[in-house]
Antibody, heavy 119, light 110 residues
Framework: EVQLVQSGAEVKKPGESLRISCKGS????????ISWVRQVPGKGLEWMGR????????KYSSSFEGHVTISVDQARTTAYLQWSSLRASDSAIYYC????????????WGQGTPVSVSS | QSVLTQPPSVSGAPGQRVTISCTGN?????????VHWYQQIPGTAPKLLIY???YRPSGIPDRFSASKSGTSSSLAISGLRPEDEGDYFC???????????FGGGTKLTV
């Protein structure tokens, strides 16, 4: 069974750094891209960026490029999303998703990691 | 403002049929790129409902169906059940398949 298990909820202050994780299992980790998707509570889904775990090639949405970094650890079959300096507007739920097929739809999702940034 | 346009809400009585539209443009939905649909029950992660315009993943009942024509897609849910309540999102990609875009979501009330 394919599973994406994300790290737990985080409470941070503006300016702090943060890294959240997404561990994949039940499939060959390097065979599928992983994307990160943001959801502000009560709002829609925003694609942030994706990584190819086989070579760590990344692609970011222009809305997030330069503010977040996506990386992977193949040995741990884990993808990461990190910020060097959080803002209050980063408060949201973050989902990782495994992309599948020739059209790269989001076939499996993590359970979500809530991030709260407040002074 | 989302790249793909969906109605904010739809509603229907148990047993009825509803449809949810998703409209893009020539740089995403219209350029031969597939549309996918996701269901998000309150408090849970999104779940793939329809992929490549019309296909249901294993375990998704045939009450859910979708179609695509031109720059639009439509999700239909027949035999509405209370457990269908939630948000429904469409998704596609840009013309170079390098960026992925979502609709704003439609809240279904049963």
């Amino acid at each position: 069974e394919v599973q994406l298990v994300q790290s737990g909820a985080e409470v941070k202050k503006p300016g702090e750094s943060l890294r959240i994780s997404c561990k994949g299992s039940g499939y060959i980790f390097t065979n599928s891209w992983i994307s990160w998707v943001r959801q502000v509570p009560g709002k829609g889904l925003e694609w942030m960026g994706r990584i190819d775990p086989s070579d760590s090639y990344t692609k970011y949405s222009s809305s997030f490029e330069g503010h977040v970094t996506i990386s992977v650890d193949q040995a741990r079959t884990t993808a990461y999303l990190q910020w060097s300096s959080l803002r209050a507007s980063d408060s949201a739920i973050y989902y990782c998703a495994r992309q599948q097929g020739s059209s790269f739809y989001f076939g499996s999702w993590g359970q979500g990691t809530p991030v709260s940034v407040s002074s | 403002q989302s790249v793909l346009t969906q109605p904010p809400s739809v509603s229907g009585a148990p047993g009825q049929r509803v449809t949810i539209s998703c409209t893009g443009n020539s740089s995403n939905v219209g350029t031969h790129h597939e549309v996918h649909w996701y269901q998000q029950i309150p408090g849970t992660a999104p779940k793939l409902l329809i992929y490549n315009n019309i296909y249901r993943p294993s375990g998704i009942p045939d009450r859910f169906s979708a179609s695509k024509s031109g720059t639009s897609s439509s999700l239909a849910i027949s035999g509405l059940r209370p457990e269908d309540e939630g948000d429904y999102f469409c998704q596609s990609c840009d013309s170079r398949m390098t960026h992925w875009v979502f609709g704003g979501g439609t809240k279904l009330t049963v």
